[in-house]
């Protein structure tokens, strides 16, 4: 069984915006959404997404409706806006970046003595 890890602080917006990029979703559906392209790996609290979700709509990175979730209750559905699109293409580009420079940090070798 693979073993979960913690969530880099400071990624779980971009990791909402990704997953709000793939489609439609109500809350607990970015939740599972996430779940499942990390491969169960990454799990993420109700505490910290619902307040990441309504961040991301006031600043209005994403917009949302209210719709009938699959279990026929009612439910607020996420979009992408325009300018989330901007805001998860920038944000992949540093992130990738950083990852990139830790990359190379890590790959250094020990001075030998």
Do not use: C, F
């Not at 996430?34 to 910290?48: D, F, K, M, R, Y």
């Not at 990175?61 to 439910?75: K, L, Q, V």
């Not at 992949?92 to 990359?103: D, K, L, P």
């Amino acid at each position: 069984m693979a073993r979960q890890v913690d969530l880099i602080q400071g990624t779980l917006e971009m990791l909402i915006l990704k997953a709000v990029s793939l489609g439609k979703l109500h809350g607990y559906g970015v939740l599972l959404r996430i779940q499942q392209i990390s491969g169960e790996q990454l799990v993420i609290q109700q505490g910290s997404l619902y307040p990441a979700l309504y961040r991301l709509e006031h600043e209005g990175a994403i917009s949302s409706e209210w719709g009938e979730s699959e279990n026929n209750r009612r439910a607020k559905y996420y979009t992408l806006t325009p300018a989330g699109r901007k805001q998860l293409i920038a944000e992949t580009e540093r992130w990738n970046q950083m990852a990139g420079i830790i990359a190379a940090i890590l790959r250094m070798q020990e001075a030998q003595s």
